[in-house]
Each structure stands twice: as C-alpha cells, then as structure tokens.
C-alpha cells in the first residue's frame, strides 16, 4: 500500500466528532508531509481551527463558503506519482458536493488538475494574482472555473485583473 494510502487510514487522524460534517458546515482537510514521499498541503485558504495531531500530519478546518488551494503531491524512488491542485469551496448543511480524498466531507469544485505542468501553471496563476493585491480567497469562483477549463484544453486562462475583481464584488453586493 502506498504512504498516500496509508496515512489517510493511518489511526489517530480522523476528525474529531461533529467536524469535517456537512451537517455541521465545516469542511476538515487533513495535511500529510512526508519529506519527498507525500506531501498535501494548503496553499492559500483561511482556516478557523488549525490542529497538529503528530509531526507529520495537521487538520484544518474551514466554514462553509471558504474557498482554498489543497495540493498533492507524492513521488517514490522512480519519480512523481501524482501532482494534483483543487480549488475548493467548503459546503454548507444540505449543500451538493463533491468527494476529494483527505477532504471531509468534501467541497465545491472550483478548479481540479492533475500533472505537474498544469499544476505549476496554477501555482504561477495564484501567484500572479496575489502579485496584484487580491487574495486568492476572495477571487470570483467563476474566474477558477474557466482557469480549469482553458488549463484542461491546453490554453492559458485569461489574467485575473483589478478591473474583474471589482465587478465581481459589485455583483456579489447586488446578490447576483
């Protein structure tokens, strides 16, 4: 059995009861760091608990509607076997989600690649917004949406500008 595998059955870290529900609008994500085996990390998202539970793995938890960044990444002796990037947005009770692996319940699905190529030009694109001052959090879901589908069809998504981050703010003010 892979580390992935095993660290996610590993005893002494599953939730404690009432988090990582959809009932109770925490979403629980559990973080792994195996130094160059395993390595699932957050790279932008504000939690409301942060819990270590040993050395190596840690719990976060989110409210509903947070968005966040979950990176995974494992590799062996022979090289990467997985890179992934999933932008998420926490579920609230009677929300529709979708699974995720180390995210309990699961989430919203904003942006999901897979391969190291994909994965860094996200990591780039991310980079490139906080450059201009916007938290990554805050960014309209529907710009995640079409950074998925123009990076799974092999084209560039379109820059994230100043201008879009306000009309997204108008039109969540109005509730549109």
């Known amino acids: ?10 005893p002494g870290v599953v939730p404690p009861s009432g988090q990582g529900s959809a009932g109770a609008g925490i979403t629980t994500v559990e973080l792994t760091w195996v130094e160059q085996a395993t390595e699932r990390w957050i790279r932008f998202g504000e939690p409301i608990r942060d819990q ?21 990444w494992a590799s062996n002796d022979y090289g990467t076997l997985l890179s992934r990037l999933d932008i998420v947005r926490a579920v609230g009770p009677g929300q529709a ?11 919203e699905l904003l942006l999901h690649l897979g391969g190291w190529p994909k ?17 990554p959090c805050a960014v ?34 109005l509730g549109a």
């Not at 270590?52 to 995974?72: E, K, M, N, P």
């Not at 989600?97 to 989430?107: D, K, Q, R």
């Not at 996200?122 to 916007?134: K, M, P, R, S, Y």
């Not at 949406?145 to 703010?169: C, E, T």
Request: proline share 5%.
């Open 52 to 72: 270590v539970l040993d050395r190596r793995h840690r719990l976060l938890s989110f409210t509903a509607g947070s968005v966040f960044a979950f990176v995974r």
């Open 97 to 107: 989600y979708s699974t995720l692996p180390c995210v309990s319940p699961g989430g």
């Open 140 to 173: 309209a879901p529907d710009y995640w949406r079409h950074a998925h589908n123009r990076l799974i069809a092999g084209y560039p998504p379109r820059a994230y500008s100043l201008a879009r981050h306000r009309a997204w703010l108008l039109r969540r003010s």
């Open 1 to 10: 059995m892979s580390a992935a595998i095993a660290s996610a059955h590993a």
């Open 119 to 135: 994965v860094r030009t996200c990591l780039l694109l991310i980079d490139a917004i906080e450059d201009i001052g916007v938290d």
